[in-house]
């Protein structure tokens, strides 16, 4: 398991298996934990989790980023999905020098 780091580009944060159990780490990230496996295992995989988050500088970062994908995958994500291209969000129509998909906060309100 590697996260290279953006901005930087050449850094990376790694955590080897025998720190993290892979399976665990994918169930975690996807929202599947409970169904995933026993509770101790849970458990123990939380804790470890939880050991990351108070450790280190590097460590902490390191879980930080982990908290991070699961909210990007599990709530974002989701919420994204269910919305329409050019009626909830888009390129802007104002500033076409603006690269980034945008909200439309008013395009469902008509007057």
């Known amino acids: 398991f590697t996260i290279r780091l953006a901005a930087t580009g050449d850094e990376k944060l790694s955590l080897s298996n025998e720190e993290m159990d892979v ?3 994918v169930a975690y990230l996807s929202g599947r934990l409970s169904e995933s496996a026993s509770s101790e295992a849970v458990e123990e995989f939380l804790l470890r989790l939880d050991s990351l988050a108070t450790g280190s500088q590097r460590d902490a970062l390191v879980a ?3 908290a991070l994908c699961r909210h990007l995958l599990c709530e974002l ?3 994204v999905l269910q ?3 050019n009626v909830h969000f888009g390129m802007s129509h104002t500033n076409q020098d603006l690269c980034t998909a945008i909200p439309y906060v008013l ?3 008509h007057i």
Do not use: F, G, V, W
Request: zero cysteines; charged letters at 20%; hydrophobic letters at 55%.
């Open 23 to 25: 399976e665990l780490l």
């Open 64 to 66: 930080d980023l982990i």
């Open 77 to 79: 994500l989701p919420y």
């Open 83 to 85: 919305r329409s291209a």
């Open 107 to 109: 395009s469902l309100i």
